[in-house]
């Protein structure tokens, strides 16, 4: 099937699934979720739905409990706007991508506080060493035999 195609349904089934959740859902447990994107398989029988769900890890547990016992409302919501024969049965797959994302912005922030502020490189931090640094890291730990043979030309002639 067309990537092109699977992309339109792979949407189609994001919208419809956004909105159900958002609009919809009269489940308490439910709060707190985007869905970031679809995957739909080759044949349109399966779709996972990523979510991303803000709060702590109890609380994602308890959402996704939600969502799980919501498939059934979810996927007739979704059946109602796809124009296809079959409707994928959908699954619901936490996203970290975001977790990750805000991790990785944390740890950028901490890393520019810590260079405005004057203090040293921590002492295993690779991006802290220079250039000389390595290069001299790399002699060390490797053996003469190993080395490049242009370390033992003569320079060349002018």
Known sequence: MKTFRLARVAE?????AAKAILFELKDPRV??????RVEVSADLQHAKIYVSIMGSEKEQKL?????KSATGFI????AQQ???RYVP???FVLDQ???RSIAVSQLLQAERQRRQEGEPPAPNDEEA?????????EEIHEPKAERDATDRLPPPAS
């Open 12 to 16: 189609v089934i994001r919208e419809a």
């Open 31 to 36: 709060k707190n979720v985007t869905v970031t």
């Open 63 to 67: 959402t996704m409990h939600g969502l």
């Open 75 to 78: 996927q007739s919501r979704v």
């Open 82 to 84: 796809l124009t296809t």
């Open 89 to 91: 049965r959908i699954n």
């Open 97 to 99: 991508g975001v977790k």
């Open 129 to 137: 060493l220079t250039p000389d640094d390595l290069e001299a890291r």
